[in-house]
């Protein structure tokens, strides 16, 4: 589901902040909060439409019925490569599998995908001020930068080069003395953004630019017991309490702030281990991977919703981008064995293999 423009109300509210080392054990605790200034700037940002998101439904609501997700795995299965990252594919347009991903821009496509981007994690509502709330997403993405998986991205993004998606040096974490409101709204979510990109701004050695645009993406974790809501109705939201709002699971968005910050990359993490969301196995560690790693591809090769996505043509995927075609596909989950862990996460579709894989 993709939304732009909608119209909310600006909540101001107030977070306090850590940031750390490049390691959960080297806190240096630079306590932020969101300022009336970054509450404002949210909402002028969002009342002016200036961003897009993309959502990942929960299982219930595919498997109602979008025909696509039902004919990802019913191509042929190429045999997944050798141990090595294949050179660069060469995507003839237009595409030719029948649910091939087409790329909707003139551009090329190293101008509309994230080619190389750090990653900041942001820790939301966690009473122990760590990641420990949703497994061990630090060393998830720090495997995922050094696997084979990511790199069925490539043929997307127009780069092969290794480990380009690092984490970046530094989280953040709120103070358990000041959880979130539930639910959290859309207005609020981007303030909240804002003033983590501040504070990451005014770390040493960076600067508003070094930390926005697509050399970086955030995750915001919300620890469980949250819901967020990706509007200020609270009409469409992550709320597995509340199935009548019920509509993600989590969602990649980017959102135009006044100089000096500029577009910045984002997406959200509501915590996973739920019905409706929790993917192929129930443990916190999996299911945070599963949705994060659907978030983060769909982030890489489509980040301006402008990019790679479904063409709608000859079957009825329009919009549906790189992890959603492969989203709670069970016919193929993948046991990911990275560096450090193992994972059970979703595929991802690939155009060269007309599938779902989990190598490039
Ligand atoms: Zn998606």
Redesign the pocket.
Known sequence: MRLRSLHLAAIAVVVSVFAIGSSAARAQGVAISISPTDSAAAAEAIAAGNYGA???PPQGEVSKGSAAFMRVGQGAIQAMPADVIDPLVTIPLPSWGPVDLGYFNSLPTTAHTLTSTRQWNVYLGCPASDQTCWGNPQQFIADLNASKFIHVADQYVGSNALKRYPLASSYFYNLPASPPVSPVNGTSTVAWLLSVVGAAAALPGNTPASVTGPGNLYHLFFNQGIDVCIDDGDTTCYSPNNLSTFAFC???EYVDFNAPYGRVYFTVEPYQAVNGCFGPTSDITSATANVLS??IF?SITDPNLDAWFGTGNPIDNLG?????QC?WLHLYPQKLNLLHQAYVTQNEYSNKYHSCVDKP
Request: charged fraction near 40%; hydrophobic fraction near 20%; charge should be negative.
């Open positions: 993309e959502l990942t989590g969602y990649h659907h978030e769909e549906e981008e790189i992890g959603d989203v």
